[in-house]
């Protein structure tokens, strides 16, 4: 069983339209991270965080996002209003006695 | 954190050794070199870490130099799915107050692995 679930696997939106990514750990953590990937692109951090609290986040992090943790089990990265370079892989991580431990990823497609 | 830097891209033969290089001249005492890899567009997948001493797990082995400014992953038995992109992290990791607090990865281009039959 894998680690860290992510859903959707692919997510197909309107330009300007709000969407939530999902990530689903098998147990509970308190630490957790989200980074894209830009097609053909390295991997980018965006944010990390940390019992309730942002402790980290990159300049792409801007008031368009935002991270939650609705409840004990899974965490999201919401893009309030999605522009067209905002496909991407999304990937969320959480760590395992050091190492990060990634997800299989989002596909996110703005139309 | 320390930057990598890795070789552009890597040939392997099928059953044969895959050295991968990284330089991390700048690193500093308390930072670990993780090696990640990354197949298509599949989440990066953990591979190994060390800090000065060399490590060797059920996917890897890490050579550290001993002046900890270079390091080698070694994939000892190359099979076509190992063919990937191969990223080469330095990690900030500090005591805190309960445990260790890690700094996040910085991936930056790696090392594009291609195993050939």
């Known amino acids: 069983e894998p680690e860290v679930t992510q859903t959707p696997s692919h997510q197909v939106t309107q330009m300007g339209q709000e969407v939530i990514l999902r990530c689903v750990p098998i147990?509970?953590?308190?630490?957790f991270y989200w980074y894209r990937q830009i097609l053909g692109q390295k991997v980018e951090f965006l944010v990390s965080?940390?019992?309730?609290?942002?402790?980290?986040k990159s300049e792409i992090f801007d008031d368009q996002f935002s991270v939650e943790r609705p409840d004990g089990s899974n965490f999201t990265l919401k893009i309030r209003s999605t522009k067209l370079e905002d496909s991407a892989m999304y990937f969320c991580?959480?760590?395992?006695?050091?190492?990060?431990?990634f997800g299989p990823g989002t596909r996110l497609t703005v139309l | 954190d320390a930057k990598t830097t890795q070789p552009t891209s890597m040939d392997c033969a099928e059953g044969r050794a895959a050295n991968l290089p990284c330089n991390h001249s700048?690193?500093?005492?308390?930072?670990?070199v993780y090696w990640y890899r990354q197949i298509h567009s599949q989440g990066p997948q953990y591979i190994i870490h060390g800090l000065k001493n060399n490590e060797t797990n059920e996917m890897a082995s890490l050579i550290i130099t001993e002046d900890r400014k270079s390091s080698t992953l070694i994939l000892p038995h190359a099979t076509l799915r190992d063919t990937a992109v191969y990223y080469c992290i330095v990690r900030v990791a500090s005591a805190i107050a309960g445990g260790t607090s890690y700094g996040k990865l910085t991936f930056g281009q790696g090392t594009i692995l291609t195993v050939h039959p």
């Open positions: 147990s509970n953590h308190l630490y």
């Open positions: 700048t690193i500093s005492g308390n930072e670990y």
């Open positions: 965080f940390y019992n309730n609290e942002i402790s980290e």
């Open positions: 991580a959480i760590p395992r006695r050091g190492p990060l431990i």
